[in-house]
């Protein structure tokens, strides 16, 4: 079931359909950025129409998002990526970790290395 709410939040994020992304947070749910800044209540709709701006704009210059898989352990999801210039060339590499409870993203924590 949690694998299944994180996919319906990528899905609806790439879709710009940002109040079904909202409805897969928990009311206490947490975004945390790869800098480590967190997002919480209220500061996570703009965060997240802010980065489905980033993806629009990736895919206007030829860049792609690749997901490279998702597991689900427990309470636990995980999910990579990678951002990849139009030529191929690995820009970015992410692992986002989803803490689930109830079927709702409690916690969003994005690592990223490039």
Known sequence: MSKEVVE?????SEANEVDSAMECFAEDGVWIDPDGKVYAGQEIR????????VLYDFNEKGITV?????????DTVFIGATVNAPDGTELKRFVDIFKMRDGKIVVKDVFGKG
């Open 46 to 53: 703009p965060y997240l129409e802010q980065q489905i701006g």
């Open 66 to 74: 690749n997901y490279t898989g998702i597991a689900e352990v427990g």
């Open 8 to 12: 319906l939040f990528f899905k609806t």
